[in-house]
């Protein structure tokens, strides 16, 4: 496995096992870090119209797609509906600013960044039914390779399968050491829905590379906190989407494929305690 080891989705679209992120202020920041990720090797970028960057990441691609001469199909872009443009028409319009702001014809996956929960929403469940209908559309019309959710957990999956024609393809979930939401992920990994990792290091302060069980494991294998942390993720099949603003940090971020944990080292970062991290409820976030 390397870097341009790819994954095949339930629909048979293929997306990189690593993802580079994009919390990043808008502007020259966001700009200057996808050119250095495309640069660097990543393919697959994740942004969404609540980083209010897309422009900007839109930018970066063209630029670096230029310099490095690559083609639009050899880069996956993936952004995200928020939660004020639920339903089925706000989501279509969403979905046509966000292809204007990133100056493409396409997107290669679009997620519902958050599911309508129980605690803001009566009616939850018609509500992402609804939204999910216009990434239907748009997966049908040829507008979005991939389609699927972000922070679903087990029961917003099984109703929205429930409700709905297409299975998602893709469930993006906070997934960390001291965090790890093996139910939602294993849920969806039982579905065929590919997991991805958000905030993989715990968020902008990277707190869960000071974890104490991540570092003793780094140190038995002569390797920094975060390739295990991308290795523990690796070996779960889950696509880490780092964020990094540094060149030597997204290179990092890229070459820890080659070792292994033991399945005991796997279930003691299992098992970490909260070290950092959003630790955002999807039942009870404000949605
Ligand atoms: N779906 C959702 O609801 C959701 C929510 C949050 C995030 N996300 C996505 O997930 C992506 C990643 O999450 P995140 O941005 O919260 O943070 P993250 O990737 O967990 O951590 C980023 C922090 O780690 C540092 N870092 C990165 N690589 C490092 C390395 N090799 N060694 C030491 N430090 C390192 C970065 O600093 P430097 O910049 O200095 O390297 C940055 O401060 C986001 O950018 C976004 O695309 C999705």
Redesign the pocket.
Known sequence: MDMTTTYTLNNGYQIPVVGF????PDGPATVTAVKDAIKSGYRLI???EIYGNEVSVGQGIREAMAENHLKREDILVST?AWHSHRGYEQTLQAFNESLAKLGLDYVDIY?I??PANAKWHEDWRQLNADTWRALEELYRAGKIKAIGV??FLAHHLEALIADSDIKPMIN?L?Y?PGFAQTAAAEYAQSQDIQVEA?????????H??QDETVNAIAAKHGK?P?QVVLRWLIQKQIVP??????PD?MR??LTDFDFNLTPAEMKAIDEAPYSGG?QFDPDTARS
């Open positions: 992120g994009t919390i990043i994740d942004t969404a995200k997620l960044h958050w972000s922070n993006q906070e960390h958000w905030s993989p290091f715990g968020g902008p302060d990277s869960v590379l920094q975060s989407l780092t964020k990094s603003t540094s940090h990092d971020n959003f």
